[in-house]
């Protein structure tokens, strides 16, 4: 028979056992993280700074979903053209956010899209060119109403 | 699935060769995976995790996505109208998700 102190106890273990679980379940990337993603993306080239604009509001009131913008510098000819844009974050759950590809057809290397912002941070994009070589564009991003408040907001 | 869930705008009768740009969004929850019930318990991820773009069978736009992505995906990009023919949208994703929705297109 469980007496109601027993029971409290139980309780108690139970609450704060779920406290814990909930608290390591909202790990978030690391930079070193993100920079790994990159890595698998970009193998042993380097990424050189230019040639990307990535767009994001620099103010976000709601991370749940952000308007995100990608134009990389190009011609889009068969001989000269994006093969893909890849975006990444530092402090989401997951480095990875949305990898596009395209070609010469595309006409313009402009994308957009929708996000999810997890906290205040640097996102990144990174365009791979057709002659092999990658080009990189960051913004920092404030998010005044951090989305770690709510829970489960990523 | 209903292609009803699944809106596009793709302009109707652009001029030969003119750069256009589509818009293709999708209802979707994007359930990250990262979120927990009241009683703890994850709730399992269930995303899109591809799209593809095809002018007259032939991919021209492709796109991998991931939890960060917001619900209801919209995803802009542009192609050259080059012919006359259908514009094809395909979703796929967890769950045995797909949505197949396609587009006349006119080139004048």
Redesign the interface.
Same mark, same amino acid.
């Given at each position: 028979m469980t007496s109601r102190r027993n029971f409290l106890i139980a309780a108690g273990g139970l609450a704060g056992g779920?406290g814990l679980?909930?608290a390591s379940?909202?790990a978030h990337a690391t930079p070193e993280e993100m920079q790994e993603a990159v890595r698998k993306v970009i193998g042993t080239s380097r990424v050189r700074s230019g040639r990307v604009k990535l767009d994001l509001p620099p103010l976000i009131d709601n991370g749940?979903?952000?308007s995100l913008?990608v134009a990389v510098e190009s011609p889009m000819t068969p001989a000269d053209h994006v093969k893909a844009i890849h975006v990444f974050?530092e402090k989401?759950?997951?480095p990875?956010?949305?990898?596009?590809?395209?070609?010469p057809? +595309?006409?313009?290397a402009?994308? +957009?899209?929708?996000?999810?912002?997890a906290d205040t941070q640097t996102v990144t994009a990174i365009a791979e060119m057709s002659d092999g070589t990658f080009w990189s564009g960051s913004m920092s991003v404030v998010v005044t109403l951090s989305a770690c408040l709510e829970?489960?907001l990523? | 699935m209903a292609s009803a869930s699944a809106v596009v705008n793709v302009p109707a009768n652009p001029k030969r060769g003119e750069?256009i740009e589509i818009k293709a969004l999708v209802r979707h929850a994007m359930e990250?995976g990262?979120?927990?019930t009241q009683?703890?318990a994850?709730?399992p991820r269930d995303i899109i995790r591809q799209f593809v773009c095809l002018?007259n069978g032939?991919e021209?736009?492709?796109?991998?996505?991931?939890?960060?992505?917001?619900?209801n995906?919209?995803?802009?990009?542009?192609?050259?109208a080059?012919e006359s023919g259908t514009i094809e949208f395909r979703w796929t994703g967890d769950k045995g998700f797909s949505v197949i929705e396609s587009a006349r297109i006119t080139v004048v």
């Open positions: 779920m679980t909930s379940g909202r749940n979903s952000v913008s974050t989401n759950p997951l990875n956010v949305v990898s596009v590809y395209l070609g057809r +595309a006409g313009r402009n994308i +957009a899209t929708r996000v999810r912002i829970d489960g990523i | 750069i990250t990262f979120r927990r009683l703890g994850v709730i002018y032939v021209v736009f492709r796109a991998e996505l991931h939890p960060a992505i917001a619900a995906p919209l995803l802009t990009f542009t192609t050259v080059s």
